[in-house]
């Protein structure tokens, strides 16, 4: 296993492909223009989660190679599957490219994480991370979303209802474990924060709302893929795990709005301990003892 990600999977990152569906969508657009033979022919989804782990010997078939030169030109099969050293926001040109250029491209300016486990990128606020990592990027294309913290803004009030009830009905699995509205310690974040009495639990009832009409419009068979929970416990953090590769994590600050807080991305790297395992446990945990909510 290579213990940084491999620059496809940071490419197909760049142009929110990670998802198989969408990968495959993609493979079979270029398979008709290269070889109609080859449309269906996209690795399985278990192949396609061993290509960007780097869990293979040597490189895929050859007709997979033909696609995916095709799909990033400029680069060839060998160099999509070297291990690419910067951060995620960072794509480096193809080698080729690169060579023709008398300065290099500068990376972006992201705090270093070198030395910081499975951590990627670091953002002193929240509205700095949504500037660099918007939510269209964090959630097109994914095929599970799990969330927990307060009121969840993030998805309820910056993500549009068209695309989320497309994911829905593609078959993404969305969690959403909110602060109960009704509970002890929204109270007390309230009092902390200095606002009015009721005014997170409003913002909190509303988002609830906002998910459930959607959970009234979706299809029969896609209404369970959103899953809406409520826990009353101290707000600790803002969590977010994107298809078991990708983990946001958010403190909430005392005597501070939830938009001040700093904002760390871990990138799941196999055999790594890191951020990545310990915070997706704490969701997992706290979705177990979690009260559901009725749609």
């Known amino acids: 296993m290579a213990d940084k990600p491999i620059v496809l999977k940071v490419l197909l990152r760049q142009r929110h492909l990670q998802g198989h569906r969408t990968f495959c969508r993609e493979y079979d657009k270029l398979a008709k223009q290269i070889d109609a033979e080859l449309v269906g022919s996209w690795p399985s989804k278990a192949q396609f989660y061993r290509w960007l782990a780097r869990d293979l010997q040597g490189l895929p078939y050859a007709h997979h190679c033909r696609i995916l030169e095709a799909m990033f030109p400029g680069w060839t099969a060998e160099q999509l599957f070297q291990e690419h050293s910067g951060g995620i926001e960072f794509v480096p040109e193809p080698p080729a490219k690169a060579k023709d250029t008398a300065t290099p491209p500068a990376q972006p300016a992201l705090p270093s994480t070198q030395g910081m486990a499975d951590v990627t990128a670091v953002f002193p606020s929240r509205p700095a991370f949504s500037h660099e990592i918007p939510p269209h990027k964090l959630f097109d294309n994914a095929e599970k979303i799990s969330m927990v913290g307060l009121s969840l803004n993030i998805l309820c009030q ?138």
């Open 158 to 295: 910056s993500y549009p209802d068209k695309p989320l009830l497309d994911l829905l009905e593609t078959g993404t699995v969305v969690e959403c474990l909110f602060l109960d509205p009704h509970g002890r310690y929204i109270a007390e974040r309230e009092r902390e924060e200095s606002h009015p009495a009721g005014v997170l639990s409003t913002l909190t009832t509303l988002n609830i709302q906002t998910l459930q009409r959607l959970h009234g419009k979706l299809s029969p068979e896609a209404r369970g893929n959103l899953r809406l929970r409520t826990y009353d416990e101290p707000v600790r953090f803002n969590i977010t795990v994107i298809d078991d590769t990708t983990c946001v994590i958010q403190p909430y600050l005392p005597d501070a709005r939830g938009v001040e807080s700093p904002t760390l991305v871990a990138e799941r790297k196999p055999g790594v301990p890191g951020l990545f395992d310990t915070f997706s446990q704490v969701f997992d945990t706290m979705w177990a003892r979690s009260k559901e909510i009725t749609a």
